[in-house]
């Protein structure tokens, strides 16, 4: 066995007993990174040249990568976007100094949909991300760098953002563990804004209780960040006096039954249920009539309107690319903008304009935050008479590269109506893996709980990985 093959806390332990050295760790994953990259495109930058001298923390030694959407100091910082081309932040998100303050070593900036805006990690200035499963496929999106990073073994563990799935449905494609905490839980402070009332850091993995070590690092109030926490501490350590379902209620959603899916996904849904049974909890049946018929209009209507106003602040003056041959601001604004943003950005910063004009705002913006209230509100009932909610965290497999251009857009939005309603009110959210389909692809599903159960979720997930088991380290196109 090589040591990237390690879990996140096999290589914590095994650091910890000298088993082997911080050292001999990094070079493990960046020959790993070495191998497979070219086959992949996961990471829009890589850091090498590393030494690591006494590394202390609790994740000491520990290899990781960061969406590049998430601020770095003085490392380059992207978006996956032209616009800001080689752009170094003078400050690190918050994150990032909570996982560099634990020990841990960054060793890439993973791949994304520019700006965190897509499902499938191909609309991205530095080219797609494949698939390790299965490298003419998609990894999903918009994290999908994070999450195929992961897969594949480059660390054993990754940050992303969740907007409105982008944690939770790369992680089902790559079959890996991707937790999308409470709004509020993880700290924002230095991630590049998409939707900000929407916009969530979490983690991925290959156990769930390596996505609680994580979370023990990530979990705590930050000044920076007016939406963070501040009530009480959350306990993300691994107990196995926690690892209990009897008697919990865990539902499904009535309104979703209908809908057809995958025959794989289906199948995985049928085999949970059986495995959440044999665990003693009972399976019940939530409605939810606004989420399932509204939450996708909703959301692209609030995305789109915060995506315009934060993405007004690239004007070639504060950030990255510029021209310099302008003939005055306006025209500096047009080429600048022109040429930076790709053509969803665009799509999205147009749309966003329009819903927000002020003789239509009322009817759109306004429209949309009224009924995200009802979203939440209906979520909260329906958490009175559940634990959980199960659900899939994708509407397919991953697709084809080469196929996206037969799905219609509007069909690609829809993909994500399983994830996008957690966002709107708030909610945490796991992607777990639960098995390989016939095709030898992972197929993951979701468990959704009320705000402030992250820690619950996390131990619902170990039960059901008890199970499962977890998943094998992608070849990402190697035989
Ligand atoms: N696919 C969704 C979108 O494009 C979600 C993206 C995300 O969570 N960042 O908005």
């Not at 494949?130 to 897969?151: C, E, F, L, Q, Y």
């Not at 107990?239 to 057809?260: C, P, R, T, Y």
């Not at 957690?422 to 709980?449: E, H, K």
């Not at 131990?459 to 380290?473: C, M, R």
């Amino acid at each position: 066995m090589q040591l990237y093959e390690l879990n996140l806390h096999e290589m914590i332990e095994g650091l910890k007993a000298k088993k082997f050295s911080a050292d001999e760790l990094l070079t493990s994953c960046q020959n790993r990174i070495d191998s497979l990259e070219k086959n992949l495109n996961a990471l829009i930058t890589r850091l090498d040249d590393k030494k690591i001298s006494n590394p202390s923390g609790i994740l000491a030694g520990v290899p990781t990568i960061l969406k590049d959407n998430i601020c770095t100091r003085d490392i380059k910082t992207t978006a996956a976007s032209k616009i800001l081309g080689e752009w170094k932040p003078p400050y690190d998100a918050t994150v990032w100094k909570l996982l560099r303050d634990a020990g841990s070593v960054l060793i890439g900036k993973a791949n994304l949909d520019e700006f965190a805006m897509g499902s499938s990690c191909t609309k991205s200035a530095y080219g797609a991300t494949k698939n390790p499963h299965d490298i003419s496929r998609v990894p999903g999106g918009s994290s999908g760098g994070s999450a195929a990073a992961v897969a594949a073994g480059y660390v054993p563990f990754s940050l992303g953002s969740d907007t409105g799935g982008s944690i939770r449905q790369p992680a089902s494609l790559c079959g890996v563990y991707g937790f999308k905490p409470t709004y509020g839980m993880v700290s924002r402070y230095g991630l590049i804004s998409y939707g900000s009332s929407l916009d969530q850091i979490g983690p991925f993995a290959r156990t769930v209780r390596d996505l609680q070590i994580v979370m023990s690092v990530l979990a705590h109030h930050d000044e920076m960040d007016s939406s963070s926490f501040r009530e009480k501490n959350y306990d993300f350590s691994y107990d196995e006096s926690k690892l209990n379902l009897k008697g919990k209620k865990i539902a499904l959603v009535k309104e979703f039954q209908s809908f057809n899916l995958e025959p794989s996904i289906a199948n995985a849904m049928d085999k949970i249920k059986k495995i959440l049974e044999d665990e003693g909890a009972e399976i019940i049946e939530v409605s939810l009539p606004v989420v399932s018929k509204y939450s996708l209009a909703c959301y692209y209507a609030l995305a789109m309107s915060e995506a315009h106003t934060n993405l007004e602040r690239y004007d070639g003056v504060r950030y990255g690319y510029t021209v310099q041959d302008a003939s005055g601001l306006k025209e500096m604004f047009e080429r600048v903008r022109s040429y930076g943003f790709g053509p969803e950005v665009k799509y999205r910063i147009i749309a966003g304009t329009c819903l927000t004009e002020p003789s239509r705002c009322d009817e759109y913006y306004v429209a949309a935050t009224k009924v995200r209230t009802l979203v939440a509100q209906e979520f909260a009932r329906a958490f009175t008479q559940t634990d959980f909610i199960l659900q899939p965290a994708a509407s397919s497999k991953a697709p084809k590269i080469n196929e996206l251009d037969q799905i219609d857009e509007l069909k690609s939005y829809e993909a994500d109506l399983y994830t996008l309603p957690v966002n709107l009110a708030g909610l945490p959210g796991l992607s777990f893996f639960t098995g390989y389909d016939d095709d030898n692809l992972p197929v993951g599903l979701q468990l959704i709980g009320a705000r402030w159960s992250d820690p619950e979720i996390l131990n619902a997930g170990i039960v059901i990985e008890n199970h499962t088991g977890s998943p094998k380290i992608a070849n990402g196109g190697l035989n």
